[in-house]
């Protein structure tokens, strides 16, 4: 069986949305691109803009990692400007958004209503009352490993309704099987039917 790594930055793996970093070219499976609220360079501003539209093609799965990073340089204003952005670009493209959240979930929250795309929270680990925060306000969550050995997020994918599920490595080194196998123990189900959940969870967010 194969595992499909929701958000990953490494080129080895196939099956999964691998994240292309700042003005590099796109690997020839499916892709995010999208500029990082860590990584805006207000100078620069255009020409990463004409980075991130130039890249999108039918391999380009969702426009991102994008949002909002409290320990980011760049001020509040302009991640917020550049955020904006790239949730019209989503629009635009029809694709989802995979968003970087840093301490500000609900600013995340807030722009939740400019955007027609699907929007998951890659790398999810903070407390059960954000999580159901952001699944009230139609957010997917997509869990890494802290999920192998944080209690209190295991508890929080437990509540999580699997239709609104993802799974990721990020940028850790683990087997996204052993992921699998966590969280269908947790959820109380076959690997087999998570794995076909989180399949229908990828066409739900690809159709809009
Ligand atoms: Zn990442």
New binding site residues.
Partial sequence: MDFFDF?H?KKYIGYGIY?VNPENIPPDFAFSVGIHPKEINIDMLDSQFHWLQSNINDRCFAIG?CGLDSFSNVDQKTQEDVFLRQIKISNDVKKPLII?CVRKFYEVISFKKYAEQAMII??FNKKQGIAEDLLKNNFYLSFGKAVLYNLSLQNTLKMTPLDKVFLET??DDFIIEELYQKAAEIKGISLERLNEQILENLETIQNG
């Fill in positions: 958000h930055h994240n990692e970087h890659h790398g990020d940028n």
